[in-house]
């Protein structure tokens, strides 16, 4: 063998592991950008159900209660504010739904609307001269005796677990 075809033979197996090199290159550089990618979801994913519970625990009605309570306001008036505070932080936090489990994001809905409708079926019960006073008294011992007056604790429970379970 000559040196020219010697060299001709090394050069075309350096241009080969050279072209290897770079397609390994390549497709790690693609399996990385593709785990950051689904790391970057599975954090959002996580903060939406950080946010669903911090908003599971606000529109508690206890916790409601505790934010809105404005002395020498009529019932009717509490019961305005009380419904339009747990709306306002719902809606607030809406996009949310995007990221979580169809499941998840139903718990939450569901209990928006069974407060609000306990809220309201509560106001009712109460004479037209009630204070928000009675009216807070009346929600918090509904609370305190029906299981779901304290729904928000389950909600949370619920998105405790699926969060989990992206871990």
């Keep these: 063998m000559d040196t020219p075809t010697i060299i001709l033979g090394v050069l075309i197996a350096v241009v080969i592991a050279g072209l290897a090199g770079w397609l390994i290159y390549l497709q790690r550089k693609a399996l990385v950008a593709e785990s950051n990618k689904a790391d970057s979801s599975k954090t959002l994913q996580l903060q939406a159900y950080e946010r669903l519970a911090l908003v599971a625990d606000r529109i508690g009605l206890p916790n409601v209660i505790s934010r809105v309570n404005i002395s020498n306001i009529g019932a009717r008036d509490m019961q305005m504010l009380i419904t339009?505070?747990?709306k306002e932080e719902f809606d607030y936090n809406i996009t949310q739904q995007i990221y979580v489990s169809p499941e998840a994001w139903q718990a939450v809905k569901?209990?928006?609307?069974?407060?609000?409708?306990?809220?309201n079926q509560l106001a009712a019960l109460l004479p037209p001269d009630a204070t928000g006073l009675d009216l807070n008294k009346l929600v918090l011992e509904y609370v305190m005796t029906n299981k779901k007056g304290s729904l928000h604790e389950v909600v949370s429970e619920v998105l405790s677990y699926e969060a989990k379970k992206m871990l």
């Excluded at 569901?110 to 809220?119: G, P, T, W």
Aim: hydrophobic share 55%; glycine share 0%; aromatic share 0%.
């Design 110 to 119: 569901n209990l928006k609307e069974q407060n609000m409708l306990a809220v």
């Design 84 to 86: 339009q505070a747990i």
